[in-house]
T-cell receptor, first 115, second 113 residues
Framework: DAGVTQSPTHLIKTRGQQVTLRCSPK?????VSWYQQALGQGPQFIFQ???????QRGNFPDRFSGHQFPNYSSELNVNALLLGDSALYLC??????????????FGPGTRLTVL | AQKVTQAQTEISVVEKEDVTLDCVYE???????LFWYKQPPSGELVFLIR??????QNEISGRYSWNFQKSTSSFNFTITASQVVDSAVYFC??????????FGKGTMLLVSP
């Protein structure tokens, strides 16, 4: 049973550039959430997708956008990169189909470095 | 607003010692869920346990045990006979209803041989 996968593993960009991160959920999951984890901090919620729509959003600017595809995979896009966007980006998947299946399972993350 | 506090930034123990990681939470909801995740140096958050607000029964899983006390809004995590492989950052998290997770800042556990 494949877990949550993310690509790429590492990424280096320069200020002002745009980046796209990808996530494939755990088999049987239909909901994808994205988190940003700065060094030494806990993960901060960016947004959550379910049925191809953004359902909840954290306190992040519009430069952060996302998408969910019919196969439940998801992308996170960040435009006009800032130095402060350097972080580990974590994707988590869960299911809304049945009670108790909504525990979020995380992928290995994408480490983004903005120079 | 929901909040999770992990007051211990870093804990260092010697192998075979018992160690307790503290977690205090704040919420106004009557229905909420508490979680512990482990983050080894590789970076992936590994799910350890989930506890519902209406179930205060403590749980033991091998060397791991969890103490949930609503009266003190705490959900503490104890590792018995710690091992080097337990070295990681441990996060406590809270979810109100169907909202998303709010994490604490984490506790780094260093277990030396």
């Amino acid at each position: 049973d494949a877990g949550v996968t993310q690509s790429p593993t590492h990424l280096i960009k320069t200020r002002g550039q745009q980046v796209t991160l990808r996530c494939s959920p755990k088999s049987g999951h239909d909901t994808v959430s994205w988190y940003q984890q700065a060094l030494g901090q806990g993960p901060q919620f960016i947004f959550q997708y379910y049925e191809e729509e953004e359902r909840q959003r954290g306190n992040f600017p519009d430069r952060f956008s996302g998408h969910q595809f019919p196969n439940y995979s998801s992308e996170l896009n960040v435009n006009a990169l800032l130095l402060g966007d350097s972080a580990l980006y974590l994707c988590a998947s869960s299911s809304r189909r049945a009670p108790g299946t909504d525990t979020q399972y995380f992928g290995p993350g994408t480490r983004l470095t903005v120079l | 607003a929901q909040k999770v506090t992990q007051a211990q930034t870093e804990i260092s123990v010697v192998e075979k010692e018992d160690v307790t990681l503290d977690c205090v939470y704040e919420t106004r909801d009557t229905t909420y869920y508490l979680f512990w995740y482990k983050q080894p140096p590789s970076g992936e958050l590994v799910f350890l346990i989930r506890r519902n607000s209406f179930d205060e029964q403590n749980e033991i899983s091998g060397r791991y045990s969890w103490n949930f006390q609503k009266s003190t809004s705490s959900f503490n995590f104890t590792i018995t006979a710690s091992q080097v492989v337990d070295s990681a950052v441990y996060f406590c998290a809270l979810r109100e209803g169907y909202s998303t997770l709010t994490f604490g800042k984490g506790t780094m556990l260093l277990v030396s041989p």
